[in-house]
T-cell receptor, first 116, second 115 residues
Framework: GAGVSQSPSNKVTEKGKDVELRCDPI?????LYWYRQRLGQGLEFLIY????????KSGLPSDRFSAERTGESVSTLTIQRTQQEDSAVYLC??????????????FGPGTRLTVL | AQSVAQPEDQVNVAEGNPLTVKCTYS??????LFWYVQYPNRGLQFLLK??????LVKGSYGFEAEFNKSQTSFHLKKPSALVSDSALYFC?????????????FGAGTRLFVKA
């Protein structure tokens, strides 16, 4: 079946512009994560949606970052007034949240954001 | 605080030699532990996990990991490294949070296997 998809695959924007990144999780996966990965670095947790519960936003680096998810489907990560330091690959992952699930995550290919 | 640590930024090993990538954790309750791998120019993918049972877990590509409760470790191992194993490896642990649980990742360890 289809895996996690993300769009666009690449985004180049000018400093100060807003960007929207999209994630389509695997159908039926109720948990969805956003991460940021700077070049050659580890994963930085941003936000986590778990079904209908309030999202865990503890990783968002500033109020310029926000994310939404409609039900158990698509999620969008929005970065307002982008800065050069926002340049990174943004990864989305989804996980089934069945009873007894171990939370194994399935990652999308990422969106590479470059802020000029 | 619940956390996971990978003490080595980089591990270098010669092809054919055994490899170990270290991971330690701090969680409340029984841990669910994972290893993920990120090959160059490819996405992150699941490698193996420990939930319960046998402390030695076998995963993809000949990798295995040993859960050690007393040392709170979950080191990744392979008896004979291949050049193609060169990648970025992430250890992860499932932790409790408000409303359920979530997974946190270590900083990653870059493995270089030389021919």
């Amino acid at each position: 079946g289809a895996g996690v998809s993300q769009s666009p695959s690449n985004k180049v924007t000018e400093k100060g512009k807003d960007v929207e990144l999209r994630c389509d999780p695997i159908s039926g996966h109720t948990a969805l994560y956003w991460y940021r990965q700077r070049l050659g670095q580890g994963l930085e947790f941003l936000i986590y949606f778990q079904g209908n519960s309030a999202p865990d936003k503890s990783g968002l680096p500033s109020d310029r970052f926000s994310a939404e998810r409609t039900g158990e489907s698509v999620s969008t990560l929005t970065i307002q007034r982008t800065q050069q330091e926002d340049s990174a690959v943004y990864l989305c992952a989804s996980s089934p949240r069945l009873a007894g699930s171990t939370d194994t995550q399935y990652f999308g290919p990422g969106t590479r954001l470059t802020v000029l | 605080a619940q956390s996971v640590a990978q003490p080595e930024d980089q591990v270098n090993v010669a092809e054919g030699n055994p490899l170990t990538v270290k991971c330690t954790y701090s969680v409340s309750g029984n841990p669910y532990l994972f290893w993920y791998v990120q090959y160059p120019n490819r996405g992150l993918q699941f490698l193996l996990k420990y939930i319960t049972g046998d402390n030695l877990v076998k995963g993809s590509y000949g990798f295995e990991a040993e859960f050690n409760k007393s040392q709170t470790s979950f080191h990744l191992k392979k008896p004979s490294a291949l050049v193609s194993d060169s990648a970025l490896y992430f250890c992860a642990v499932r932790v409790q949070n408000t409303g359920g649980f979530k997974t946190i990742f270590g900083a990653g360890t870059r493995l270089f296997v030389k021919a």
